[in-house]
């Protein structure tokens, strides 16, 4: 065997790893996606929340509206990443085959 040859295959075999995702990272679109999800639905649970407190006296006005602030961006932000997907698809559907 040539020890180009050799040297070759030890180098790709040390590179390889490189190239892989590393365990427990979690880089993948569907965790990422599941991460906003659940900072979305944490957000309405907090707006909620608040909403309740200042309906009973607990809590002031201020964080009341900075609640129902937050609300309406993630909702808004929501709403704008909805619009791009379906005008993403549709693209998709106007290529032609």
């Known amino acids: 065997m040539d020890i ?11 590179a390889r ?3 892989e995702p590393v365990p427990g990272t979690g880089t ?3 965790q ?3 991460e ?5 639905a944490e957000t309405f649970r907090e707006g909620e929340e608040t ?6 006296g607990q809590a002031d006005p201020h964080s009341l509206v900075q609640a129902l602030s937050q609300t309406e ?7 704008t990443v909805r619009d791009k997907v ?11 085959v």
């Open 32 to 34: 990422a996606l599941g």
């Open 73 to 79: 961006l993630a909702v808004e932000a929501a709403v």
């Open 4 to 14: 180009r040859a050799l040297n070759a295959a030890q180098k790709y075999a040390a």
């Open 51 to 56: 909403a309740k407190a200042a309906m009973i």
């Open 36 to 40: 906003v999800a659940k900072n979305f």
């Open 86 to 96: 379906v005008e993403a698809y549709q693209e998709i559907l106007r290529m032609p």
């Open 17 to 19: 790893p490189a190239t």
């Open 28 to 30: 993948g679109l569907g």
